[in-house]
């Protein structure tokens, strides 16, 4: 009877060991394949007033010989500080956050040699120089990044500057000096902007 029982013991536990490594196996593959990756562009004005509502396009394009799919597109937190997002066109399937990172899921297969445009409406909400990544994934995670970068002055100062109601006669005093203020020409006051780490792909 004690040998039944140590030889069924022996038997669950290969089992599961003969489970764990497959399923292991599987995951790495996973993790590991890299699938075709679409190539993708942004649109989006380099400057905005505090309030003013602007459109930022990414075209994702297809060059491969079969269809790609466009898992999700990223976009870092760093950069939707100062937006608010008022619409997106086509509408994800789903949103989630991580690791930094705002993730919009589409799910949309886009053919050989086509493209797919993904229309972000926006509404800036905080004053200051934004700037992150934007990143157009496939499903295994593999992604073309793209850089949004926005100014957004003062409204009252953006405004003024228009209307001419500034001491200087230049219109674009006012926006220089603006710049000038927020980012003094110091090595130690100079933003920048370093690479962030891959991202784990749970």
């Known amino acids: 009877m004690n040998n039944k029982i140590v030889i069924g013991v022996i038997g669950c536990l290969g089992a599961a060991l003969l ?7 599987g995951v790495a593959v996973w993790l590991f394949t890299e699938l075709p ?20 396009v990414v075209t994702t394009t297809n060059p491969h010989d079969k269809a ?28 989630m956050h991580v690791f930094g990172q705002m993730s919009w899921s589409f799910g949309t297969s886009v053919p050989p040699g086509q493209a ?25 995670q593999d992604f073309t990044t793209l ?15 228009r209307r001419g109601r500034v001491a200087s006669p230049d219109p674009q005093f006012a926006r220089r000096q603006f710049k000038l203020r927020r980012h003094p020409r110091s090595d130690s006051t100079t933003p920048t902007r370093g690479r962030r780490p891959d991202r784990a792909v749970g």
């Open 37 to 56: 990756k679409l190539d993708a562009s942004l649109s989006l004005p380099s400057e905005a007033t505090l309030g003013e509502t602007l459109t930022m």
């Open 68 to 95: 790609v799919t466009l898992d999700s597109i990223d976009i870092d937190d760093a950069f939707l500080d100062g937006f608010q997002v008022v619409a997106i066109v086509p509408e994800p399937t789903g949103t």
């Open 147 to 161: 850089i949004a970068d926005v100014m957004v002055g003062e409204e009252l100062l953006e405004q003024g500057s």
């Open 116 to 140: 797919l445009e993904v229309r972000f409406t926006l509404k800036a909400v905080q004053g200051g120089h934004f700037s992150g990544d934007v990143d157009v994934c496939n499903p295994a």
């Open 19 to 25: 489970f764990t490594v497959v399923i292991g196996l």
